[in-house]
Each structure stands twice: as structure tokens, then as C-alpha cells.
Nanobody, 123 residues
């Protein structure tokens, strides 16, 4: 069973936008926290943005002001729109879900993970 499935990645020129989608199973979508992480080659996985059930959001500093996380409850879907993409945004983007976290961007606390969707930005 696939609990989280991402889509929407692609290869774009710097300055363009992308909207990533993550369709969740009922159990994954019911978790308290959902988040987007990313991992570039040779680097550690890092948190991009997270949202809890109440709608509280936390954005990483490197994406703040040019991204927006949202949810479509009727479709069990999480979205991430990123504007003004930069070459340093190139990474595999993952959707994740967790019931409890010690820190909202602590990847080890997330129980459910998708396979990822690749975002490549060229200058």
C-alpha cells in the first residue's frame, strides 16, 4: 500500500514556479503533521515546510516568502507551490506525515514517506 504519492516535479528555468502534490491515504492524512522535505545529492534531507491539523505552518528560512503549503481535505491532498525557483532548489522533494514530532523538521519523527518527486532548476 502506498500511503503518500507525490507528483508535480519537473525541470524548469530559474524564476519559474512549480506546484507539487501529495495524495495521501486516509491513515497518513489523519496524522497530526504533514510536511515537505527535500534532499539534494550529497546532502542531508532537510525540512521545507510543515503544516499541522490546526493549520499552523512553519517554513524553512530558505523557502519563506516564495512558497505556500495548502491542503485539499476533500481529496486527501497536500500541495506545495514554490515561486521564483532557484538552482539551489534542485532536489528530490518528499511528502511525509507524523503523529507526534519532537521537532517539526526532524525527519526521523515522520512515520510515512512518499517516493519523492524530482525538481531540477537550471539557470
Amino acid at each position: 500500500q502506498v500511503d503518500l504519492m507525490e507528483s508535480g516535479g519537473g525541470t524548469v528555468q530559474a524564476g519559474q514556479s512549480l506546484t507539487l502534490s501529495c495524495v495521501a491515504s486516509t491513515i497518513a492524512y489523519s496524522r497530526t503533521y504533514m510536511a515537505w522535505f527535500r534532499q539534494a545529492p550529497g546532502k542531508e534531507r532537510e525540512g521545507v515546510v510543515a503544516i499541522d491539523r490546526a493549520g499552523f505552518t512553519k517554513y524553512a528560512e530558505f523557502i519563506k516568502g516564495r512558497s505556500f503549503i495548502s491542503k485539499d481535505i476533500s481529496k486527501n491532498t497536500l500541495f506545495l507551490r514554490i515561486d521564483n525557483l532557484k538552482p539551489e532548489d534542485t532536489a528530490m522533494y518528499y511528502c511525509a506525515a507524523a503523529q507526534d514530532v519532537r521537532s517539526i523538521f526532524l525527519a526521523d519523527d515522520y512515520e510515512y514517506w512518499g517516493q519523492g518527486t524530482q525538481v531540477t532548476v537550471f539557470s
